[in-house]
């Protein structure tokens, strides 16, 4: 080879390797823009989950409470047997007592809570989770307790199920 076909390749391999780097970063660059609108949509689906949960289970405001209610039914339900259900509505399983309930999901603590996430207490005093709630927000919670109360909203912060807080649990 003479020096000016060497002069001619070398520019060559430097404008396709020029053209190599920067189609490269052109398609990390995208790939980079594509990753992030997923993850803003991962947290809008658990807001939007957490709504239709919600949703749901207002539609059963004032439905009496009732201790061991049998799961699946709607003419009475208890804390567990209720958000099982509302959960299920939703296609998400979870077990059937408040207890097994605490231990699905990510636990949050009680200042980071979002809508969404089951809140749990021991309203006995004896150590043992014996209530959930669904938190929607606002301070607010979604649960049935109490014969003559059924299906309700409650304010969380000072209440019986504040005192009593044990863990919250995030499942969505």
């Known amino acids: 080879m003479n020096s000016t076909t060497t002069k001619r390749t070398g520019k060559g391999i430097a404008k396709k390797l020029a053209a190599l780097t920067l189609g490269m970063t052109i398609a990390f660059t995208g790939a980079a823009m594509t990753i992030a609108p997923q993850t803003t949509h991962a947290a809008t689906s658990s807001s939007t ?8 289970g207002e539609k059963y405001m004032g439905v009496p409470y009732k201790f061991g209610a049998k799961a699946g039914i709607t003419s009475a339900f208890d804390c567990s047997s209720f958000i099982q259900y509302i959960f299920k509505k939703n296609g998400i399983s979870l077990p059937r007592s408040s207890k097994q309930q605490s231990k699905v999901g990510v636990k ?7 809508a969404g996430d089951l809140v749990f207490s021991d309203t006995n005093g004896d150590g043992v989770i014996n209530h959930v709630s ?3 927000g606002n301070g607010k919670l979604l649960h049935t307790y109490r014969v003559g109360i059924g299906v309700t909203i409650s304010t969380f912060k000072g209440s019986t199920w504040d005192r009593k ?3 919250a649990r995030r499942v969505l």
């Open 49 to 56: 989950l957490a709504k239709k949960i919600t949703a749901t």
């Open 108 to 114: 949050v603590s009680k200042s980071n809570l979002k």
């Open 134 to 136: 669904l938190y929607i």
């Open 165 to 167: 807080f044990v863990t």
